[in-house]
């Protein structure tokens, strides 16, 4: 769980960073740890443990239900009218909310709400999330996938004994590299995407 804290924190501070890049385009790349500690400890540890738990039920969720102005209209006016209760639990489950913390500085759960607004209200969007929390999935699954036969390839080239532990080492080792280097481009591109919303 430290674990899933400080990637969210990191995705707290780079957001935060590209926030200030939009409205200032001068401001110390400081400020947004100086938030993170002295402001919205308690936001990030919250979202973090919201987008631990439930990323993945949330991305089944919105991959299989419809959604208004989409191939089938009446059945998502239907579903997204009936299904309110999860609607508003999951929308809360949302990595974009850090940068509008940045931008704010309201707690987690009002800012993913409004974030999901956000989305909701622009036309580049279909439902309450961004593209960016599909682009983080679809990333990940396709790099760590290639990273990791190439790199399984290489090792049972090489060595004699390839087991069980060398295997687990190769996928933690190359999804944290990942991770971090997919967190910087998304996290800085979701601050991007939700100062350009909040300004229309």
């Known amino acids: 769980m430290h674990v ?38 308690g936001s990030v540890v919250g979202g973090s443990f919201l987008n631990a738990f439930f990323e993945v039920p949330t991305l089944l969720i919105e991959l299989l ?19 309110n209760i999860f609607t508003c639990f999951f929308e809360l489950v949302r990595t974009d909310a850090y940068s509008y913390i940045n931008l704010t500085g309201i707690p987690f759960c009002d800012a993913a709400r409004q974030c999901g607004r956000l989305c909701d209200r622009s036309k580049q969007f279909v439902g309450y999330f961004s593209a960016m929390k599909h682009y983080r999935l679809a990333t ?21 004994n390839f087991d069980l532990w ?4 190769l996928i933690i080792t190359i999804y944290s590299t990942v991770t971090w280097f997919v967190g910087i481009h998304i996290d800085s591109a979701e601050g991007l995407q939700t100062s350009y919303l909040a300004e229309l």
């Open 4 to 41: 899933i804290f400080l990637i969210y924190s990191d995705n707290f501070c780079v957001s935060g960073n590209a926030v200030d890049w939009y409205w200032t385009r001068n401001s110390s790349c400081y400020q947004p740890y100086q938030r993170l500690v002295c402001k919205n400890w």
């Open 65 to 83: 239900a419809c959604h208004p102005n989409t191939c089938c209209s009446k059945m998502g006016t239907v579903c997204y009218n009936t299904c």
């Open 140 to 160: 990940h699954i396709s790099i760590v996938s290639f990273v990791f036969f190439w790199g399984f390839w290489i090792l049972d080239y090489r060595t004699l």
């Open 166 to 169: 060398k295997i687990a080492v």
